[in-house]
């Protein structure tokens, strides 16, 4: 079984402690690295080659928005999950337009915390239903948002027609064995479309897709 390598990003010496013995006992994660402010993430990231980064968001210095932002826009960057509070939504959706592959919630329970870790790993995105729905909520109430989806839309037509099809699953929060099952696709062919719509969109990650097609106004996200 392939090692998982972590970089923990908190400011809270105790958050981290937790984590590592949490973590240490998952036979496929290893904890590579600690952080305690974004100001020290990009050091770590080039020192230890860590596949998953938990970032927490509030840090004295730079925070995990500002290092989740200048970690992501790297080539080859390590996958980001935000470590939160639910009453910060509209920063955590300011981290997944950054690149982050999702996010969970401080006092998610320790077996969640691994299993999602895993998913980012597998390219699935790592979105809580209730706090997602939360910052489609909050976006839908922002200024701007015609002028978003204007532009989401125009990004969406550069699609071909299948591409749009697996873009709008992934918008609704399909895996890609539902999204296969679903368009009576095999799951490579699926694999293929959505690394072309990574490609030709320029965009990150799945997470991303669903905020496009979010934006769009074609989908909520699942």
Do not use: C, W
Request: glycine share 8%; aromatic share 2%.
């Amino acid at each position: 079984m392939p090692v998982i390598r972590l970089l923990l990003v908190d400011d809270d010496p105790i958050v981290r402690a937790g984590l590592r013995l949490m973590l240490g006992g998952a036979p496929d994660l290893q904890v590579v690295g600690e952080a305690a402010d974004g100001a020290e993430v990009p050091a770590l990231v080039a020192a230890h080659a860590p596949d998953v980064v938990l970032m927490d968001i509030r840090m004295p210095g730079t925070d995990g928005l500002a290092a989740t932002e200048a970690l992501r826009a790297r080539p080859g960057a390590p996958e980001v999950i935000v470590l939160t509070t639910f009453n910060t939504d509209e920063h955590v959706l300011r981290a997944l337009r950054a690149g982050a592959a999702g996010f969970l919630l401080k006092d998610t329970p320790p077996q969640e915390i691994v299993t999602a870790i895993r998913k980012v790993m597998a390219g699935e995105p790592v979105l809580s239903p209730a706090v997602t729905q939360a910052l489609i909520d909050r976006v839908a109430g922002q200024t701007g948002v015609d002028s978003r989806a204007e532009a989401a839309r125009a990004r969406l037509a550069l699609l071909a027609g299948r591409e749009r099809e697996v873009a709008l699953a992934v918008g609704q929060g399909r895996s890609n064995a539902e999204i296969a099952r679903e368009l009576y696709l095999s799951l490579p062919t699926v694999k293929t479309h959505v690394s072309r719509i990574l490609t030709k969109l320029d965009l990150n990650n799945r997470v991303q897709i669903a905020l496009l097609v979010h934006d769009a106004g074609e989908s909520g996200l699942g």
